[in-house]
Each structure stands twice: as structure tokens, then as C-alpha cells.
């Protein structure tokens, strides 16, 4: 018979109010990555309040460490905080932005950071009632979005000591991630050329814009000729400020992901080639600064399989009757064309759920998923073995990254899915805690998936200043 976490799903009940407080808090704030200093401090004050010690993670703005207990085993919950810029919207089913042009919660990092807190502070309580050995930790990692605030805490290694780290993502269903996700790299791609009249004395300019469009015009014939899964996006960040002006600056930030990391590197230097072309092609100049770069993720079945268990006993969200109708009215946001196609991506039947507001069953399906996004947990996977699972914290066949997300991680959806992940990591993190043949074959897995690799990362030095001065 398993140990089941008794006590930490009381405290979770009994510390309700203060979860939720606190991912409405993080919600309300919205803060972008490396910028998430409020939002990092409310979750530290409240772990600090609930007796861990507070370590600051030098060099990168918005992170830490909370800790608590001694000696092994030493178990981590990853939480994040970060905002997404311009989706901001209101805790409600219609579209209203809550902040005019500004951030929001589009990926429910709101809750995903105040789960782990719950989750952490309640197996806290289970160890104290128990007299269990062994040390929590509560990493607090900012930027996940866009720079990856773990891949610089993997590199310091912060995780290299844990013998599990656990971490969960909001999203509308309840299930075990298995499989693996996109490595990525974040690209700043900027070109120089020189000012002129536009319509006076055009032949005097050399447009840095018109740099940035070929080298698009090439990454766009490059995509029939490059691996059917990788993906590569981008958003031009500066194209001059002005038509009557020939842009002497113009850059693109872009984003890179295969499967894997080779692939990804293979894909860079034909992203830098286009650039370097169109450099040439503009008689401009041509700068090339990497952002970011993640790994993929080093999945772990031992984990997962234990995650599942767990998701099982005590993972179902209790949605109340408001939140299903609610559910029912942001579903009706999005086309019946466009919930189906959401529906068959995440592995549930598009006929039997189509007219379904909220996932409330798990779904036991443990096939690999298809590698979607990509996640800086996948550096901490490479670390230690890790796992992560979903809730539901949004109605079937939201948008990723949109309005209706946002709203929905402000209201009782989101804590419902939260509060549910919380319980779920209390009671996969006892069953850790007390199984020392579990953490074993944990690790054994996690030594063969690596091959013995020691983990090394391509992120930059220093932060780069454009991620802090972004609104
Ligand atoms: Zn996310």
C-alpha cells in the first residue's frame, strides 16, 4: 500500500485561500520575463511566511531558491510567474483588455508558480506530521517565456543535487506529459545600414529593412526544404520608426525549434546564411545575438507512470456548476472546427467531447505526445530527473497563448485546475520522499537517457539588456 499524503491534502484545503491569493495576485501583476520582480516576491514572502529559507539566485533578476528540511532526499517543485506581452484581458468571457495593450497570463504561469507553492508547503506539513527525512525545495524561475530563467539555474547547477525535480502546466486537460519537447533557439538578428531621404535622395539609403524582408523571403523558401517538425517564427522588433526615412536599423527576434538539439543547430546557420545574404544583397551589415537556447526534454516513464497514480487518487479538479457553465461560454468563443482540431492534438475523441465544457476525467493514455511547444524544464531534465503533468484549468479547445486563457487563470477554472496540481505534486512528491527504490529506478532512467552526457548549454554569459528593457 502506497503512503498516501492525508495531511498535505488537508493543508492544501486549509491554505485555499492563500493559493489562490496569491496566483491572483501574480495574475493582476502580469509581469514579463526577467521583469517578474514583484510577482517572484509575493511567492517568496509566502514560503518565507511558511518557514522555508529564501536564497536569491545571483545574476538573474526575479529568481530563487526557498528551502526546507535537511540532508537526503532533496525533491524540487519548479514554479514560474512570467506574463505574456499584449494579450491582456479581463477575468471574464468577453474580450477586454484589462491594461491597454498590455501583458497577461496567457500561459497561466499564474497558477502554475502558486501550485508548486501549495504543493511544497503542504509536503512540508506531511513531513513534519510524519517525522520524514529529507529536504524541499521550491525553485522560483523566472522567464520562462522567453529567455529561460532554468537553463541559467541548470547551468549554475542549482538542480544537480536534486534527486527529483516535479512541475506541472496549466492547460485543459488532465494527463501525464510523456514524450519529449522542440529545443529552441532565440535569435536577435540585426541590420545596419544607412539614412536617407525616402522619396529625395533614396539612392543615398541603404534600407535595413529591406534586409530583414529578404532574409524572410529566405527562411520562407528554406521551410519546404527543412525537417517536416521543426518550427521556426519570428516578430520583427524594430523596422525604422517612419516611411519618409530609409531605416538605417531593423531587427528580428526568431525563434528556432527542431526535435532535437542538432537540429537546431543544423537550422541556425542556414538562418544566419539567409541573413548574411540579405546583408549582402542590401549592402548593409549584419549582426547575429543568441537570445536563448533550451534543450529538448529527457522525459522520465518511472516518474510519470508515478505521476499518473497519483493524478489518479487525488488529481481531479472540483469544478462547481458556475464553472462548468462558464466553461461552457468561453468553449463558444472558439469554432466547433477549431475545438475539434484541439481536441484530436490532445489525444481525446473530437465527437465525444465536442459539446463538453471541462475535462474532469484523466486521461490515461501514456503514448508519447507530440512535442508541441517547446519548455526551458527541459534543461532541468537534463539535470535531474523530472516530470510534469497537466490539468485542466481552461475549457476544452482554448487557444494556447489567448484572451480566453488568460481570463480563465483569474478565475475559479484556473484554481480549480491549480489547487488540483498542487494536490497532485504533495502526493507524488510523499510517495518519492518515502520510496527509495522508486527514486533508484528514477535515476536509473534518467543516467541511460542522458547516455552519460554531462550538461552543457549555449545560452549567453550575460542576460541580454533587450529582455529587460521590453514593455
Ligand atoms: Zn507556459
Known amino acids: 500500500m502506497e503512503a498516501h499524503a492525508k495531511t498535505a491534502m488537508q493543508y492544501i484545503e486549509d ?42 539566485v545571483e545574476g538573474l533578476p526575479a529568481a530563487f531558491v526557498a528551502e526546507w528540511g535537511s540532508g537526503e532526499p532533496i525533491l524540487g517543485f519548479l514554479g514560474e510567474y512570467d506574463a505574456l506581452p499584449g494579450v491582456s484581458q479581463k477575468a471574464q468571457v468577453e474580450r477586454e483588455e484589462l491594461v491597454p495593450r498590455g501583458a497577461g497570463h496567457a500561459c497561466g504561469h499564474n497558477l502554475l508558480g502558486a501550485a508548486s507553492f501549495g504543493a511544497a508547503i503542504a509536503l512540508k506539513k506531511e513531513m513534519e506530521a ?27 547547477g542549482l538542480f544537480d543535487d536534486c534527486d527529483v525535480c516535479l512541475t506541472w502546466h496549466p492547460g485543459s486537460i488532465n494527463r501525464v506529459r510523456t514524450g519529449s519537447s522542440l529545443a529552441i533557439d532565440g535569435l536577435m538578428v540585426t ?74 543547430v543544423d537550422l541556425n546557420e542556414r538562418v544566419v546564411n539567409c541573413a548574411e545574404g540579405a546583408a549582402q544583397m542590401t549592402d548593409t551589415t549584419v549582426e547575429v545575438e543568441v537570445l536563448s537556447s533550451l534543450w529538448h526534454t529527457l522525459n522520465n516513464r518511472t516518474l510519470e507512470n508515478q505521476l499518473l497514480d497519483c ?15 462558464l ?19 490532445q489525444g481525446l475523441d473530437p465527437e465525444e467531447y465536442a459539446e463538453c465544457g471541462l475535462h474532469e476525467s484523466i486521461l490515461e493514455d501514456m503514448s508519447d505526445q507530440e512535442p508541441g511547444g517547446s519548455t526551458d524544464v527541459a534543461d532541468v531534465s537534463w539535470c535531474c530527473p523530472t516530470a510534469q503533468f497537466s490539468t485542466a484549468c481552461a ?25 488540483a496540481a498542487a494536490r497532485i505534486m504533495a502526493e507524488a512528491g510523499l510517495a518519492l520522499l518515502t520510496d527509495e527504490e522508486l527514486r533508484a529506478r528514477a535515476k536509473k532512467e534518467f543516467e541511460e537517457r542522458t547516455g552519460g552526457i554531462p550538461y552543457t548549454t549555449s545560452l549567453p554569459d550575460e542576460i541580454p539588456s533587450f529582455y529587460l528593457e521590453r514593455k
Open 191 to 264: 541590420f545596419y545600414g544607412r539614412t536617407a531621404h525616402a522619396s529625395g535622395d533614396p539612392y543615398n539609403g541603404r534600407s535595413a529593412l529591406d534586409a530583414v524582408q529578404l532574409m524572410n523571403m529566405g527562411i520562407e523558401f528554406m521551410r519546404e526544404h527543412m525537417p517536416p517538425d521543426a518550427r521556426i517564427h519570428y516578430t520583427i522588433v524594430d523596422g525604422g520608426r517612419q516611411p519618409n526615412v530609409v531605416p538605417a536599423v531593423a531587427s528580428e527576434w526568431l525563434y528556432v525549434r527542431g526535435p532535437e538539439k542538432d537540429m537546431v
Open 15 to 56: 491554505k485555499r485561500d492563500l493559493i489562490v491569493g496569491l496566483s491572483d495576485r501574480v495574475w493582476e501583476l502580469a509581469e514579463l520575463s526577467l521583469q517578474e520582480h514583484e510577482s517572484a516576491a509575493c511567492l517568496a514572502e509566502a514560503l518565507c511566511g511558511e518557514g522555508f529559507t529564501i536564497t536569491e
Open 327 to 345: 466553461a461552457e461560454a468561453f468553449s463558444r468563443t472558439v469554432s466547433m472546427d477549431q475545438k475539434k482540431a484541439s481536441l484530436r492534438k
Open 311 to 325: 493524478m489518479k487518487r487525488v488529481g481531479r479538479p472540483q469544478f462547481s456548476s458556475e464553472d462548468r457553465e
Open 395 to 419: 475549457a476544452l479547445g482554448t487557444p494556447g497563448h489567448s484572451w480566453q486563457l488568460v481570463a480563465q487563470a483569474g478565475l475559479g477554472i484556473g484554481h480549480e485546475g491549480m489547487l
Open 130 to 156: 510524519g517525522n520524514l527525512p529529507g529536504t524541499i525545495r521550491f525553485y522560483g524561475c523566472p522567464a520562462e517565456e522567453a529567455y529561460g530563467g532554468k537553463v541559467f539555474m541548470a547551468r549554475e
